[in-house]
């Protein structure tokens, strides 16, 4: 029943319908990410030396709790069963959909700012469906956070833990416990933790792969033209027809995991920052997923691919440390796991106490944070092959709303990118002068 409802929610029409979604603002933007890449750099470099904001989020808090939110352990252990499932070849076609799905992000941006109000994507649901459509979108946004956003991010950074001698329970007990602390404290006091983990363990993440690379920097080019030959070969007929589109299913579908573009999530952050325009923070949006997957993923994928490690799809990138940096290269990808797991448990409590407090009236936070913390401990501890199946429909439950309400909605998107014309107040005009003045 739970595999039925799965694939009723999360299949591959939800997938078509995301990069369907991405694809339009594409085109109805005149590929904006590509020729404005400048624009949204701007956007998000400036952001750095932005101060604290006495009320809402800064632009800084907003990005790192955004990519709190995408920067989990999809990034690591998803990339691998990517790889496993679809070769090398998956990892273009996670890019591209990385490509479309920062337009998606963009659209969400830009619609949560316009229709503030009620937090994150909830006053454009409410604008285009009403409150029932809203409804449905928070349900699912309770549910994916204790699931997908929780428990399976426990249980990952659970088993890199144990790289440390931690046993499950332990990890449980720790987690469970920060997951508690997140949920309680909410978006504000959330996103001023994650303003400073984010740049954190992003640096670290960079350290250890840049450094693997860099031993493995005469297998490189080769790594390129397998990616390449994997995407697209034919060669082998009916069976090359088969693996290229085993190849892109896998991308496709981990790409829309790991950078969560169709499900809105992270326009709760973003419609959190009062004082800049929804083109600003669409533009935030679109560097959230370039950093996410474009970036981050590929270099991932790069090191699978450079070391070609045997072994279990969710320890490949595992094993591909430990073969390139030896155990201690495995231990430092385990910390970098657990800290991203960590993140990610942080924002999504506090999505999930938002989209929860918009269904009781503000009530049931308590009572919610406690669940979050015993859904982090479960996540250690539990077996998560039927989690994994109960968070792909609790996703479908947001995307199928949030979809519904971009396409509605995608006028209003237009008239921003149109408005992108003109500076962003506050911000430097062009990455030229951006570059100048610092």
């Known amino acids: 029943m739970l595999e039925g409802l799965s694939r009723l929610l999360w299949g591959w029409h939800v997938v078509i319908l995301i990069l369907g979604a991405g694809a339009w603002f594409t085109w109805e933007s005149g590929f904006f990410q590509i020729r404005a890449a400048g624009r949204w750099l701007v956007a998000a470099l400036s952001c750095a030396g932005e101060g604290k904001k006495a009320g809402g989020l800064s632009r800084l808090q907003a990005l790192a709790t955004g990519l709190a939110g995408s920067l989990g352990t999809g990034n690591i252990v998803g990339v691998g069963v990517a790889l496993a499932a679809g070769g090398p070849g998956a990892l273009f076609w996670m890019a591209l959909s990385a490509l479309l799905g920062m337009m998606t992000v963009f659209g969400e941006n830009v619609l949560a700012a316009r229709h503030r109000g009620k937090p994150g994507p909830l006053g454009y649901l409410e604008r285009a469906g009403g409150r029932p459509l809203a409804w449905v979108y928070a349900l699912g946004c309770c549910l994916s956070a204790l699931v997908m956003g929780n428990m399976v991010q426990t249980g990952a950074a659970a088993a890199a833990l144990s790289l440390f001698q931690v046993p499950p329970w332990g990890a449980g007990v720790v987690l469970g416990l920060l997951a508690f602390l997140g949920a309680w404290g909410g978006l504000g006091k959330g996103a001023r933790a994650l303003e400073k983990l984010v740049p954190l363990m992003t640096l670290l993440f960079f350290a250890g792969?840049?450094?693997?690379?860099?031993?493995?920097?005469?297998?490189?080019p080769g790594a390129f033209l397998q990616i390449f030959q994997g995407a697209f070969s034919l060669e082998a007929g009916a069976g090359g027809a088969a693996g290229m589109l085993l190849a892109v299913q896998a991308g496709v579908t981990r790409g829309v995991f790991t950078n969560e573009a169709g499900l809105g999530s992270a326009s709760f952050a973003y419609g959190a920052v009062g004082d800049r325009s929804p083109g600003e923070l669409g533009c935030l949006g679109i560097f959230q997923v370039f950093l996410d997957t474009l970036v981050m993923c590929t270099l991932?994928?790069?090191?699978?691919?450079?070391?070609?490690?045997?072994?279990?799809p969710?320890?490949?990138?595992f094993l591909a440390f430990r073969q390139g940096l030896g155990p201690g290269g495995a231990r430092l990808l385990?910390?970098?796991?657990?800290?991203?797991?960590?993140?990610?448990?942080?924002?999504?409590?506090c999505y999930g106490k938002e989209a929860l407090g918009y269904l009781t009236g503000g009530r049931g936070g308590r009572l919610y944070a406690a669940g979050a913390g015993a859904c982090a401990f479960l996540g250690c501890v539990l077996p998560l092959s039927q989690i994994f199946l109960l968070g792909d429909a609790m996703n479908g439950l947001m995307a199928l709303p949030n979809l519904f309400a971009l396409f509605l909605l995608s006028r209003e998107v237009r008239e921003e990118v149109r408005a992108l014309g003109r500076p962003f107040p506050h911000s430097p005009g062009s990455l030229h002068n951006f570059l100048k003045k610092v």
């Open 209 to 220: 792969t840049l450094a693997l690379l860099w031993r493995c920097r005469a297998r490189i």
């Open 314 to 317: 969710g320890q490949l990138v």
């Open 300 to 312: 991932t994928g790069l090191c699978v691919v450079c070391c070609a490690p045997q072994g279990d």
């Open 334 to 349: 385990g910390l970098c796991t657990a800290l991203f797991a960590l993140a990610t448990v942080t924002a999504w409590s």
